[in-house]
């Protein structure tokens, strides 16, 4: 079963930008689909992006046009790039790794978008 662990997490200004990454090891990772969740104090856990095997991608609403999620499988590496933050972008960032009944979830990281 694969094993997630994110970074790249932090205190940054509104309008700024940061660099999650999501690496994982135990497994064939290629295989699995990957997504970016968030939860806010006193919210649900809420799907922010997510990329296929094959590279296919989607984005919630919110994000569209300000975040990227990529991957590298040479790296064992799914990314979510978040440009234009807002304060409103504040949660604890997770990665979750499916491959059909299998799943894992990382330990999350923090991102504070405040001046």
């Known amino acids: 079963q694969v094993q997630l662990v994110e970074s790249g997490g932090g205190l940054v200004q509104p309008g700024g930008s940061l660099r999650l990454s999501c690496a994982a090891s135990?497994?064939?990772?290629?295989?699995?689909?990957v997504g970016w969740y968030r939860q806010a104090p006193g919210k649900q856990r809420e799907l922010v992006a997510s990329?296929?095997?094959?590279?296919?991608?989607h984005y919630a609403d919110s994000v569209k046009g300000r975040f990227t999620i990529s991957r590298d499988n040479t790296k064992n590496t799914v990314y979510l790039q978040m440009n234009g933050l807002k304060p409103e972008d504040t949660a604890v960032y997770y990665c979750?790794?499916?491959?059909?009944?299998?799943?894992?979830w990382g330990q999350g990281t923090q991102v504070t978008v405040s001046s």
């Open positions: 979750k790794g499916w491959f059909g009944p299998l799943y894992s």
């Open positions: 135990g497994t064939i990772f290629s295989n699995y689909a």
């Open positions: 990329i296929t095997s094959g590279g296919s991608t």
